[in-house]
């Protein structure tokens, strides 16, 4: 069955600071994988998708990166957090079904 | 863009009513119509699924339809439980990848 791991669960940065979330997929291989952030009052936005390695398309023009080493592996980036960061990212696989991963809680301070 | 609208952003109802969510889209060349759960601080649980083909989907206590040419889709809960109590969200995909949100229904089902 597909399994969808994110780390860290929760976050806590300071302005100005890297970041880095990892997202790994289990039990597809070359998935559709995709970046959503939910802040509060918000619905969710599409942030980045990927359909294979080293394949990445930004939705949303902002200081946030994404990349894929590897075909069951997602990660989003930033080099310096601004206090609108904050949120709820969660890595997705979208094909015939949908299937999200539980979600990181990221706070900017 | 597709825009997606659900009614009403929050409901409370005593446990064993049923009950409607709305969801409408304001394209209607989707290819498929999905509802979600998520529980406070979880992820996404997939609970429907339509294709633009097909007129409702049910699994049990469950029920959703689509009616693409007015852009609308509601799901129903019958016999609502305590355990029922989440955000429900709807989502359409126009292309077969990225879905569009809505912003959700929160639902509490008070004993």
């Known amino acids: 069955s597909q399994t969808i791991h994110q780390w860290p669960a929760t976050l806590v940065q300071p302005v100005g600071s890297p970041l880095s979330l990892e997202c790994t997929v289990e039990?597809?291989?070359?998935?559709?994988l995709y970046w959503y952030r939910q802040a509060a009052g918000r619905g969710l936005q599409l942030l980045f998708y990927?359909?294979?390695?080293?394949?990445i398309s930004s939705e949303v023009p902002q200081n946030l990166s994404a990349s894929r080493p590897q075909d069951r592996q997602f990660i989003l980036s930033s080099k310096k957090l601004l206090l609108s960061d904050s949120g709820f990212y969660l890595c997705?696989?979208?094909?015939?079904?949908?299937?999200f991963g539980p979600g990181t809680r990221l706070t900017v301070l | 863009k597709q825009e997606v609208t659900q009614i009403p952003a929050a409901l409370s109802v005593p446990e064993g009513e049923n009950l409607v969510l709305n969801c409408s889209f304001t394209?209607?060349?989707?290819?498929?119509l999905q509802w979600f759960r998520q529980d406070p601080g979880k992820g996404l649980t997939s609970l429907l699924l339509?294709?633009?083909?097909?007129r409702e989907q049910t699994s049990g206590r469950l029920n959703a339809s689509l009616d693409k040419s007015s852009g609308r889709s509601t799901l129903y809960i019958a016999a609502s439980q305590p355990g029922d109590s989440a955000t429900y969200l709807c989502?359409?995909?126009?292309?077969?990848?990225?879905?569009?949100f809505g912003k959700g229904t929160s639902l509490l089902v008070t004993p």
């Open positions: 990927s359909v294979g390695i080293g394949q």
């Open positions: 997705a696989w979208i094909g015939t079904s949908s299937f």
């Open positions: 989502a359409v995909s126009n292309s077969g990848y990225a879905l569009n």
């Open positions: 394209d209607s060349a989707i290819y498929n």
């Open positions: 339509i294709q633009s083909s097909q």
């Open positions: 039990g597809t291989s070359n998935p559709n």
